[in-house]
């Protein structure tokens, strides 16, 4: 627990930085300087003067801009609007000298970035912007210096530093856009330079490795600069809408240049100058590695996202206009690498196929996140005729059984066709309607059962079999009859368990067009791919091979579970008299299993089923058997007694008036 003589101690010389930042944090969370007295008041507000106040040469031996930034974040914070109004005139004059010093020693800027930090994003932020007389009076004289402050400390600023200072700058921009119009050229410059130049030419692009942060933060900051244009055309002045659409079809005209240059022998490199990249060589053996690092670059590997999503995922405060059919145009071509016969030299058709898929994972990669970005704006692009979805769903076919390339492809198909939350998060899927009657639906259906029913197969031999049998009786088979499932599911990688879950996602969001569509077969494909499912949660439940170590075999039994609970409770047609009565005894032996999350994710199951069973039974609560209300024909509802009449209440007292008057005994209730 941080006291106040413990801050008071942080910000003594011999204190390090390390040691300002962990005290802080501990004041921050018990709310340390919140009730200080006046006198401990003025005597850490003096501490902190000085300290804000040390010269530049000083920073060297003991970081004292990083001691007082820390703890002047949480004292205001804790303390209250009136340190600003007291404290922030001194702050913001003795932070914009230090940064016109620090400007000519950028070796300091790490020590500055806490006060910058403090000031910029804090004081002249929007807590500023909440107090018109105060932003009037303080802040507004000072916005021209600190974003001019700010441009020059990110053109000088050493890697360490870029992530912070780059950050703070897209923070202030969009509070004060108008202000940073003439230094828009320079920040421009400073984001291309830190994203692309690396890739520039051929020779340099095979090596380049920029640090993610920064490239993240430099296409933030890149994305932000549309916020500087006009807010309406005309006039002559450029949009926003114009300068935020600029920067992305040059990225995506090098994002076509990369794609092809990764396959020269499919069509040949694409002269395109984008992004100041030169032209891929003739050389393949430097050419295609340098377009497959630019290709990276641009959209990502599997770890992280490169510029083009990262801007492309940058929210803005108003619409701007995105072309998605050349994204889904782009990602298209990168599906469609694939090896076609060439007269290019076999080395040359070696490599393209060493590098082919990688590049086909890239573009399942972005077709899975711009139908999660666009969600019902790209419905028109995907469903099309001859649209992006044949070839995700050719990625899928064509892959080897068990291969990442199919994953991905049977995962991005789930996530265009997935309505609400996704099974693995949150985020809502794009919610592609399909129609019943066209060949699609049993397409996928048909790759869904596939995927699924892989864990059931026993594995391909991959020896010679045995010229002399061993011989097999009748009791043999029917011993071992239940054990052949378990066997086959012990015996699959966690790859083969990932493929099944995917497949038991992509099944359940095909399943609603699939039984209701009038294509012959479907509802033997739908029938098929239940009994799938059903077996799949059987041999996990009912031969008990769960553990919780094996987070794979646990995650696709659930999987199983949940797919075949929102398959009966979904399904109102014939198929319920095919599944129904076996589910309700798997999920009754789940119930009672001993692994907690199965139990209870059967148990949750078992009340969603009840209604089936029991169709006049409570859809929560079984405590109380329903048998008794099973006997009756009709069940007596009593009805609410009506509402106060005064009309009413006045004739039945006048009538019991005349009846005792005339001398009868009115009736009484016993």
Known sequence: MATFAAVLGALEERSSDAEARRVADEARACNTLAGIDDDARRLLERRLHGLIASPVRAQEDHPSWTKAGVVAQVYLAQAGWHVAESQGPAWIQKVLTHSEH?????????????????????????????????????????VPKAAAALVTLAELAPADALVPLLTLITKHLGQHASTYRPHV???????????????????????????????????????????????????????????????????????????????????????????????????????IPASHARMQCLIGDGSQHGVLLCYLTTPTPKPVPVPIGRI???????????????????????????????????????????????????WRYVLEEESILEDVCAAAENAPTADTERLMAIRALGVALTRGALP??????AG???????????RLARLAISACSQVLLPPAPTEEPAAKQARLFESDAVALAGRMAQDHLLAQSPLGRELADAGLALFLAVFGPLSCSPMPG???????????????????????LLDVQRAESLQLALSAVRTLTALVVGNKGALLAYVLLRTRTLL????????????????????????????????????????????????????PRPAFNAARRGADALCKHNRIGSGERPHTIA
């Open 588 to 639: 009754e032996h789940g119930a009672l299993s001993r692994v907690a999350l199965l139990r209870a994710t059967c148990q949750d199951a078992l009340a969603q089923t009840l209604p089936l069973l029991r169709p006049r039974a409570p859809p929560v609560f079984d405590s109380v058997d329903s048998a008794a209300l099973e006997t009756h024909e009709s069940d007596v509802v009593p009805l």
């Open 522 to 544: 479907s509802r033997d494909l739908a029938r098929t791919g239940a009994l799938v499912v059903l077996g799949i949660a059987e041999a996990f439940v009912e031969g008990r």
């Open 424 to 429: 693995l998060g949150s985020v809502p899927g």
């Open 328 to 378: 889904f145009a782009l990602a298209r071509a990168m599906l469609r690498v694939r090896p076609q016969p060439s007269d290019a030299p076999r080395d040359q058709l070696r490599m393209e196929q060493a590098y082919m898929p990688q590049v086909r994972r890239t573009g399942l990669r972005l077709f899975a996140l711009a139908v999660l970005t666009f969600q019902e704006a790209c």
């Open 185 to 287: 050229s320079k920040l421009h410059a400073l984001c291309m330079r830190l994203l692309f130049h690396p890739y520039a030419s051929v020779e340099e692009a095979v090596a380049a490795a920029p640090s993610h942060g920064v490239v993240r933060a430099a296409a933030q900051l890149l994305s932000a600069l549309h916020l500087t244009g006009a807010v309406a055309d005309g006039h002559g002045k450029v949009s926003q809408a114009q300068l935020w659409l600029a920067p992305f079809s040059e990225m995506l005209d090098a994002a076509f240049a990369a794609v092809q240059g990764v396959a020269p022998s499919l069509g040949g490199a694409m002269s395109c100058a984008a992004l100041g990249w030169g032209q891929s060589t003739p050389d393949y053996a430097l050419g």
């Open 432 to 442: 592609l309607v399909l129609d019943p009657a066209s060949t699609r639906v049993q």
């Open 102 to 142: 620090v400007a000519m020693r950028p070796d300091a800027l790490a020590s500055l970035l806490p006060l910058l930090e403090l000031v910029v994003g804090q004081v002249m932020g929007r807590e500023g912007s909440a107090h018109p007389e105060y932003y009037r009076v303080v802040v507004a004289p000072h």
